[in-house]
């Protein structure tokens, strides 16, 4: 099994950078992907492949991985960007995938 | 537009079975591999169980292995998952999701719940 650790909750003002942490045995030599989930909504896919963004992704959602630790950049928070955000890894050796628990951002 | 919808949640009772559906439309069923993804109320993801695009390939969560069976029709554009011997710890929304073969899930359905019946 492999654990990915996030902060339960991140405080941002508007108009500030939120960083997302999240971490995990050399997770540098993974790719990691990034999710957002509003309440009562599916999780929508942020970031692939640590880097990149799917077509509609707003600019201000960049990601980045390194050692032991992946994160997510949100520049210019706007109160909608209040979710959880999850990240998420895939074992290809053992087929399984694994997502972090979790990170509340809460926009002040 | 690319659509997944679940359904086939519902009430059950401990050590009952349920077989869960996603439909697929807006894109080329076959050529992707599909997972099931849950989410017990209040908490996070997790990973369930995966299927390759033919259907020859298949893992499973350790809370799912040895009770849940994913599977695919590709003639009718549907994903299953049969759950069986359900406790209350399978509580939770289930969700399909699309893998564009790089280990992350671009599309999801909306959901189906399973809840449980004392």
């Known amino acids: 099994s492999y654990v990915l650790t996030q902060p339960p909750s991140v405080s941002v003002a508007p108009g500030k950078t939120a960083r997302i942490t999240c971490g995990g045995d050399?997770?540098?030599?993974?790719?990691v992907h990034w999710y957002q989930q509003k309440p009562g909504q599916a999780p929508v896919l942020l970031i692939y492949?640590?880097?990149d963004r799917p077509s509609g992704i707003p600019e201000r959602f960049s990601g980045s991985n390194s050692g032991n630790a992946a994160a997510l950049t949100i520049s210019r928070v706007e109160a909608g960007d209040e979710a959880d955000y999850y990240c998420q890894v895939w074992d290809s050796l053992i087929y399984h995938w694994f997502f972090g628990g979790g990170t509340k951002l809460t926009v002040l | 537009q690319v659509q997944l919808v679940e359904s086939g949640g519902g009430v059950v009772q401990t050590g009952r079975s349920l077989r869960l559906s996603c439909a697929a439309s807006?894109?080329?069923?076959?050529?992707?591999?599909m997972h099931w993804v849950r989410q017990a109320p209040g908490k996070g993801l997790e990973w369930v169980a995966f299927l390759s695009n033919d259907g020859s390939s298949d893992s499973y969560a350790d809370s799912a292995k040895g009770r849940f069976t994913i599977s695919r029709d590709n003639s009718r554009n549907t994903l299953y998952l049969q759950m069986n011997s359900l406790g209350e710890d399978d509580t939770a929304t289930y969700y399909c999701a699309r893998d564009r073969d790089d280990g992350s899930f671009d599309y999801w359905g909306q959901g189906t719940l399973v809840t449980f019946s004392s």
């Open positions: 807006g894109f080329t069923f076959p050529i992707f591999p």
């Open positions: 492949s640590t880097t």
């Open positions: 050399n997770i540098g030599g993974k790719s």
